[in-house]
């Protein structure tokens, strides 16, 4: 008797949580006419009046990354290879360099979050 209202129990818990899953997962869709919501990242012209630099950092396996600071402050912090599997970084100082200029590029041009893909760093030769 016990053992089946403990189940019913759980089942009751599993279900009220699904529900609200649900409920959150639909809250976040935007419909026709909704304004979108604001973003975690910063607005394109956020950076327009800073300085900013990119540091080189060591990696795991004689790898290289990068951080990107803004005004001395780090904004992004890129230990491995972007979107690419592992954590592994790049193979030499100078391929971690030119993604880095890239991604400042970017910020300076407004494309916020800087993405940078396989292709693009396939042309720079970085990997």
């Known amino acids: 008797m016990i053992s ?21 997962a639909q809250a976040q869709v935007q419909l026709p006419g909704q304004k979108q919501q604001k973003s975690d990242f910063p607005s394109g012209d956020a950076f327009k009046n ?14 290289w990354g990068y951080d990107i600071l803004v005004d001395s402050r780090m904004k992004i912090h890129q230990p491995s290879i972007p979107g690419q599997p592992g954590n592994e970084g790049f ?26 893909d396989a292709k693009e760093m396939k042309k720079l030769k970085a990997i």
Request: charge should be positive; include cysteine.
């Open 91 to 116: 193979k030499t100082k100078e391929g971690a360099e030119k993604v880095a200029k890239l991604v400042i590029k970017k910020m300076k041009k407004g494309e916020m979050p800087p993405s940078i």
């Open 50 to 63: 800073s300085k900013i630099t990119y540091k080189l950092i060591p990696g795991i396996n004689n790898t």
């Open 4 to 24: 089946i209202r403990l189940s019913l129990l759980l089942i009751t818990i599993n279900l009220l949580l699904c529900g609200q899953m649900t409920t959150q």
